[in-house]
């Protein structure tokens, strides 16, 4: 299993295991696409002695997706889905593993109901069970289910091991600029050919709507409310320019600075409202791409 990045974290997991320190619940956090869930899964098969691609002793558990309209969203973890893993690791662990392992992807979608209950098991575990959470926004977990786990913070990775790790062709330097310091992005960008396409009409349209006339900005609004299924990946690709213009700071001014900064913000609360609510798409738009 190759995982980029991340070393301290894999050293501190392996010497846990060598010394047999380890906790029983974990919190691997930061943002989308490091790479938190490859090194779950990796250190889960540690743990359970597999490296089997089907490893009856690990436990995943996701929130259940719906379609509406054309975008996928994500709908909370159930409290039915905590009840479930509470009996899968109360089962004896098989082919003489001595743990059972559950991991918890986007943990931070757990309703409060789910996070109770999960808490409840944590203060009497099963066993020699152990859960890890994968978390993309840490404040959505309560503050007493964090002071059960021990966190474990994941950061970007730079350009240099990126590229050390990864085969990145000649598209070197495109993939390096979309990744923005995950490795994610760029696995995604090297088996889809046509995802660096799609990068690139991202990468223009934002450009043309700086100076854009308002009629210019309600017309591109309108198109991109009617492509559901690619719009929350532009809007996330527009985070990901706006945030690598914001290494240019010495060339630019305050004021510009102050613009992007605001800007990002505007697009991640629009993508928050569109992925969590049901709202009006092409009036969410509109309202962003006036403030261009």
């Known amino acids: 299993m190759e995982i980029i990045g991340h070393q301290k974290i894999i050293e501190f997991l392996n010497k846990s295991m060598v010394k047999k320190n380890l906790a029983n ?61 509470q009996h899968s690791l109360s089962l004896s662990p098989y082919a003489g593993s001595l743990r059972r392992v559950a991991i ?32 993309h926004n840490l404040e959505r977990i309560l503050v007493t289910l964090k002071s059960r786990c021990l ?60 100076g854009a006339t308002v009629s210019r900005k309600f017309s591109l609004a309108e198109r991109l409310s009617k492509q559901p299924a690619q719009l929350i990946d532009k809007l996330n690709i527009w985070v990901i320019i706006l945030r690598n213009k914001l290494k240019e700071k010495n060339n630019l001014s305050i004021a510009s600075l102050k613009k992007i900064f605001f800007l990002i913000q505007k697009i991640e609360k629009s993508l928050k409202t569109i992925k969590e609510t049901n709202a009006n ?11 261009f």
């Not at 989308?32 to 089997?52: C, D, M, P």
């Open 25 to 85: 619940a974990y919190i691997f956090t930061g943002p989308e696409h490091l790479g938190k869930f490859t090194v779950a899964k990796f250190f889960a098969q540690q743990i359970t002695q597999s490296s089997a691609v089907i490893n009856p002793n690990i436990s995943l558990i996701s929130p259940p997706e719906e379609e509406k309209k054309g975008i996928i969203k994500k709908k909370s973890i159930k409290i039915e889905q905590i009840r479930e893993l």
């Open 151 to 210: 966190i474990k913070k994941f950061s970007l990775v730079s350009q240099e091991e990126i590229a050390s790790k990864v085969n990145l062709g000649k598209n070197k330097k495109e993939f390096l600029f979309w990744s923005f310091g995950r490795p994610g992005v760029v696995m995604n960008l090297l088996h889809s050919p046509e995802a660096i396409i799609f990068y690139q009409e991202a990468k223009e349209e934002l450009e043309q709507l700086f």
């Open 281 to 291: 798409v092409k009036l969410i738009l509109e309202n962003l791409l006036l403030d």
């Open 104 to 135: 918890i992807d986007e943990a931070d979608k757990m309703n409060s109901a789910s996070q109770n209950a999960l808490l409840k098991m944590l203060e009497e575990p099963i066993g020699e069970s152990l859960i890890i959470l994968i978390v």
